[in-house]
């Protein structure tokens, strides 16, 4: 079974630049997870889908970050525009519904870089 | 947003010594977590502990769930060179919306 694909792997640009990042959870996961992973921290949730609908995005930098799960699949995350404090590496994951809970499988990530 | 504290933040150990590290919250979690994260890749899930008290292992590692559930502990036992990695715990509120909260990590390195 195929794992979660993101993409690019790794992304630089300049501060106040626009960047894209793409993920395309496991076949059959309806909930989609983007996270924040700050060198030398652990990841942090910025927004929860379930299909196609938002769960929580209470961490989620509105002003400049923005999401959509358009179709219930693939999901988009966004920044516009970027600050330095956005270096980070950027984890999608995607989970089904399990008991006793929903585990979570997380991508690669994308490795962003603000200058 | 909340972060777990995990200590230590780093260790340094030959191959074949016992490692242990622990995880603290100021709040209560129904779940705990522990995940592998290797260099350019996703986190990926050692064990999972459900119930306070309880003692799960998966091969060499061995977690607990704390008594008061605001704690956890991951023991491995004769690492090996593939054990290297940064070692995250996380904590799981409720069944109903996952979200995970992670520690801060436990990077392990092996001495030669």
């Known amino acids: 079974e195929a794992g979660v694909a993101q993409s690019p792997r790794y992304k630089i640009i300049e501060k106040r630049q626009s960047v894209a990042f793409w993920c395309n959870p496991i076949s059959g996961h309806a909930t989609l997870y983007w996270y924040q992973q700050i060198l030398g921290q652990g990841p942090k949730l910025l927004i929860q889908f379930q299909n196609n609908g938002v769960v929580d995005d209470s961490q989620l930098p509105k002003d400049r970050f923005s999401a959509e799960r358009l179709k219930g699949v693939d999901s988009t995350l966004k920044i516009q525009p970027a600050k330095l404090e956005d270096s980070a590496v950027y984890l999608c994951?995607?989970?089904?519904?399990?008991?006793?809970?929903?585990?979570?499988?997380f991508g690669p990530g994308t490795r962003l870089t603000v200058l | 947003g909340q972060q777990l504290n995990q200590s230590p933040q780093s260790m340094f150990i030959q191959e074949g010594e016992d490692v242990s590290m622990n995880c603290t919250s100021s709040?209560?979690?129904?779940?705990w977590l522990w995940y592998k994260q290797d260099p350019g890749e996703g986190p990926v899930l050692l064990i999972a502990?459900?119930?306070?008290?309880e003692l799960t292992s998966n091969g060499r590692l061995t977690a607990q769930f704390g008594i008061t559930r605001k704690d956890s502990f991951l023991n491995i036992s004769a690492s090996i060179p593939s054990d290297v990695g940064i070692y995250f715990c996380?904590?799981?509120?409720?069944?109903?919306?996952?979200?995970?909260?992670f520690g801060t990590g436990t990077r392990l390195t092996i001495i030669p």
């Open positions: 994951a995607s989970s089904y519904r399990g008991q006793p809970y929903n585990e979570q499988f």
């Open positions: 709040s209560i979690f129904n779940t």
């Open positions: 502990l459900y119930k306070a008290g």
């Open positions: 996380a904590g799981l509120f409720s069944f109903g919306n996952e979200k995970l909260t």
